[in-house]
């Protein structure tokens, strides 16, 4: 009892001792934004202090704020200061609210009928719309009551803790009075960016023009003006699983605007500054110039895998047990790959670290009209690393794929050969690579063209294919395990 006594006692004394502090707004924003849908807001603003203890409020924060991340610390004399209680206000003002919090006042309910009459019915409210409904006390001498009036509510005053936003309030204990500079930091869910790119081909399909784009959907549920933007490129792990992405709109290839971020490496991620404020509105999308390159080379190559994916469903490293000759004899997959290869590099006039994000590749035809012809996904791709573009499947050109022999040499030891036939009904000849995949110990013991092994699972066979004509490739294979 005795505690309880002292603890009431402090607490009246310091909310006796307690003054409002006056916040200017925000004399400048800093926003990192990240790709897992969040931001990381840096609001600097004055606040006079008087010494002693201070409460503050800042109102115009995110509405999706994570409150666990909230940092306040005074730029001006952080010695001087000191942080009491930290809360997040988050109940707001709206009927349902008001109500809930006004039991035992006195409210009055005003209707107006048809023929111009007024009907009002005060009382004490007993019970509010969370308990299923409004009951009010009309007569306190009688005690009667009425159940769900209906009309206009009014109500003497407003009751205390509701905000009209989300609210951060601070007490503060202040060695000394003054204006200090303060920084409020904290986390929101609710804004996200991505990368979008548009690519234009040349006629020879020897080089591209490349454009890359930042889409920025904000719906975090503040509005951030002439804010310093940051974007951060990465995969930063968090602990709480990411809200699902809005829509975002699509970059357009149209405008030609110069690139307008600084990039440089941070810890294992990389960061994309913006050389100018930018206003960043709430429910607003907003696309920005990342880069441009011109003249890159790049170079076309045809592809064909007749069994790439359904021999890398059943195979994996260490594999036991297998029987060869139940598996595959003919396939009926007649696609030729069409990728585009470039290296981003300096010399290829890119060299910047490039985010994540989704390529739609262009060409120009005869009439030098675009033409959209195909698009892919890139991961986070530093410099120096190779881009690889699988656009679509050639239309005039198409192989076949079969074994044409098996042989089983001894109880771990089996010996397949194998055709593959690539027609090209083009009017010029074309190169297209035809892969295949191995395991285990293998051998490739025949085989009627040059072939390359790309790794210890794939080998590839280049070939050319005459104009309106066919290559037919054939090799025979020993593996044992």
């Known amino acids: 009892m005795k505690c309880s006594v002292i603890c009431i006692a402090f607490a009246l004394a310091l909310a006796a001792i307690c003054s409002a502090a006056s916040v200017s707004e925000p004399e400048s924003l800093a926003l990192t934004v990240y790709n897992g849908n969040f931001a990381l807001v840096k609001d600097t603003r004055a606040i006079d202090l008087n010494a002693g203890v201070n409460s503050i409020d800042v109102e115009d924060v995110a509405a999706k704020i994570d409150p666990t991340s909230v940092l306040f610390k005074s730029l001006t004399a952080p010695d001087s200061v000191e942080i009491l209680e930290q809360n997040y ?22 209707s107006y009928n048809a023929d111009g009459s007024v009907r009002q019915v005060s009382g004490e409210l007993l019970s509010p719309p969370a308990n299923g409904g409004i009951v009010i006390k009309t007569n306190e001498h009688t005690g009667g009551m009425t159940i769900n009036p209906s009309g206009q509510i009014e109500i003497d005053k407003m009751p205390e803790g509701l905000h009209p936003r989300p609210t951060l309030n601070w007490l503060l204990k202040s060695d000394k009075a003054g204006t200090q500079t303060a920084q409020i930091s904290y986390i929101t869910d609710g804004i996200g960016w991505k990368a979008d790119y548009v690519a234009l081909v040349n006629k020879n399909d020897t080089a591209l023009d490349l454009a890359g784009w930042v889409t920025l959907n904000n719906e975090s549920g503040a509005t951030y003006d002439n804010a310093k933007l940051t974007l951060m490129a990465g995969d930063v792990r968090r602990l709480q699983q990411a809200q699902p992405r809005a829509a975002m709109a699509k970059a357009s290839y149209l405008e030609e605007a110069a690139p307008q971020f600084q990039e440089k490496s941070f810890f294992e991620y990389h960061m994309y500054t913006m050389q100018r404020p930018a206003d960043i509105r709430n429910n ?82 005869d009439n030098g009209s675009q033409q959209f012809i195909g698009e892919d996904s890139i991961d986070h791709t530093p410099k120096d690393e190779k881009i690889r573009l699988y656009i679509g499947d050639a239309f005039d050109v198409v192989g076949d794929y079969k074994r044409t022999d098996y042989k089983k040499i001894a109880a771990n030891v089996v010996q397949e050969s194998f055709e593959v036939k690539i027609r090209n009904h083009k009017d010029v000849p074309v190169e297209v ?26 080998i590839a066979f280049p070939v050319k294919v005459p104009k309106d004509g066919e290559t037919t490739v054939t090799y025979t294979i020993r593996t044992s395990w």
């Open 89 to 110: 206000q988050y109940d707001l003002i709206s009927p349902d609210n008001i109500l809930n919090k006004s039991v035992g006042e006195r409210v009055t309910f005003t």
């Open 284 to 365: 607003e999308t907003k696309q920005l110039s990342l880069l441009n390159a011109s003249n890159a080379p790049v170079t076309k190559e045809m592809t064909y895998d007749a069994r790439g994916d359904w021999f890398r469903s059943w195979w994996y490293p260490g594999r036991n047990s297998y029987d060869p000759g139940s598996g595959y004899d003919t396939s009926d997959y007649h696609k030729v790959n069409v990728t585009l290869e470039l290296k981003n590099s300096k010399e290829n006039n890119m060299g910047m670290p490039l985010p994540a994000g989704k390529i739609r590749v262009y060409k120009l035809d």
């Open 433 to 458: 690579k035809i892969i295949d995949h191995v395991w285990s110990d293998w051998k490739v013991t025949q085989a009627s063209h040059d072939y390359n092994k790309l790794d210890a699972s794939t």
